[in-house]
Structures are given as C-alpha cells and as structure tokens.
T-cell receptor, first 113, second 118 residues
Framework: QKEVEQDPGPLSVPEGAIVSLNCTYS??????FMWYRQYSRKGPELLMY????GNKEDGRFTAQVDKSSKYISLFIRDSQPSDSATYLC?????????????FGKGTHLIIQP | GAVVSQHPSRVICKSGTSVKIECRSL??????MFWYRQFPKQSLMLMAT?????????EQGVEKDKFLINHASLTLSTLTVTSAHPEDSSFYIC??????????????FGPGTRLTVL
C-alpha cells in the first residue's frame, strides 16, 4: 500500500461547479497537510497548508483534514477554466520545511467553459 | 517574496555525460533545500535533503555517488547527475525552506528542470 493515495483522474467538471479532491494516507504520524497546484511542466505552487485536523478556508478554496480517517480534501467553489491543472496533496510529519514532503500522484482537473 | 529559480529549465545530453542543475533562492535565505524527481504521470519523489554547509541526506534507493548535491551557500544548491543514462531522464524539481521577509513555515518550489538523456 502506498503511503498516499490520490485518484489521478482526469476529473472533468463544468465551469462554476464545486470540485472535491481527496487523498488518503496510511502514516498516522503525518501532521502537516498541503495542497499544491501544478501546471504542465512547471513546479508546484502552494495553495493550502494545514496542521492536524480541521478546516481552513482561503477564498474559493477550502481544505479539510480528518486525521481519524486519514483523509484530506480540497474543495474549490465557483470553479474557473483557469483552475484546470494537476492538484497534488502532500504531507509531512514535521512542519517548518524541515522534512521532505510525501506527495500523492496528483489529480488532473479539467474545468469546461 | 520566497521565489526559487532553477537553471537550466531544460537540458538534453548524451548518455555518459554529467549534468549540473542549479537551484537558487532569490529573496530569502534557504537553510534547507530539497531535491525531488517526477516521472511522467507520477508523484514527486524526494531524492535528498540538504542543509547549508552540511552533507546531503539521501532517501533510500537514491545513489549518492550518482546524484551529487552541494549546498554551499544559503542561496544556492546544485544537483549533478553523473554519467547520466536514459533512465535518468525525468523532471527534477528543487524546493527550499528558510527565513526572510514574507517567508512562511513551508517549502517553496522551483520551476523544475527537464532532463533528457539520449
């Protein structure tokens, strides 16, 4: 079993829809959870950063962490064609950028105009 | 703030040659830098972690003699792929964490370097 599981998609939704992206993980020591957006042949861009369980909202993006279920989600409201990209979940045991991150495979998201 | 650059963005080389990739933090001090590798449709895999002035720590299965990492200053780390072979063809991405104005408690990624070995 891989440490982080993420459905690679592609996930195609119409413009304006609410998008739900998810990851599951097996390492209960993970405490810091991130979502990155990656455009083709570019480096990942940090979208959301959360610690432990709970919700965090930033504009159209909401990140949820459920440590008891080892399950994290990213919701995108009012999705736009410019949101089309690959979304990567990542996690680590310690924060502060001290440890390397464990990534999911990424979900390829397509927002249809 | 918190910009990381990589050079070159793309390199094509012949099998058996060595290739050096540079990773720079442009506006902050990178106390720790990380090197990842990403194969097509795969996740980023951590190769090694380096702290300024110290030897890099390599992940299991990554050959330290093949992937030479130098982190000689707080703004520069280099990855040298020695005697490159076609199976080393991949997208290499660095990230950095550290201190500075506008720098938060996370890693900042460079734009990546696409290596193709013929």
């Amino acid at each position: 079993q891989k440490e982080v599981e993420q459905d690679p998609g592609p996930l195609s939704v119409p413009e304006g829809a609410i998008v739900s992206l998810n990851c599951t993980y097996s390492n209960s020591a993970f405490q810091y959870f991130m979502w990155y957006r990656q455009y083709s042949r570019k480096g990942p861009e940090l979208l959301m950063y959360t610690y432990s369980s709970g919700n965090k909202e930033d504009g159209r993006f909401t990140a949820q962490v459920d440590k008891s279920s080892k399950y994290i989600s990213l919701f995108i409201r009012d999705s736009q064609p410019s949101d089309s990209a690959t979304y990567l979940c990542a996690m680590s045991e310690t924060g502060g950028g001290a440890d390397g991150l464990t990534f999911g495979k990424g979900t390829h998201l397509i927002i249809q105009p | 703030g918190a910009v990381v650059s990589q050079h070159p963005s793309r390199v094509i080389c012949k099998s058996g040659t060595s290739v050096k990739i540079e990773c720079r933090s442009l506006d902050f001090q990178a106390t720790t830098m990380f090197w990842y590798r990403q194969f097509p449709k795969q996740s980023l895999m951590l190769m090694a972690t380096s702290n300024e002035g110290s030897k890099a720590t390599y992940e299991q299965g990554v050959e330290k003699d093949k992937f030479l990492i130098n982190h000689a200053s707080l703004t520069l780390s280099t990855l040298t792929v020695t005697s490159a072979h076609p199976e080393d063809s991949s997208f290499y991405i660095c990230s950095a964490s550290g201190t500075g104005e506008g720098v938060t408690d996370t890693q900042y990624f460079g734009p990546g370097t696409r290596l193709t070995v013929l």
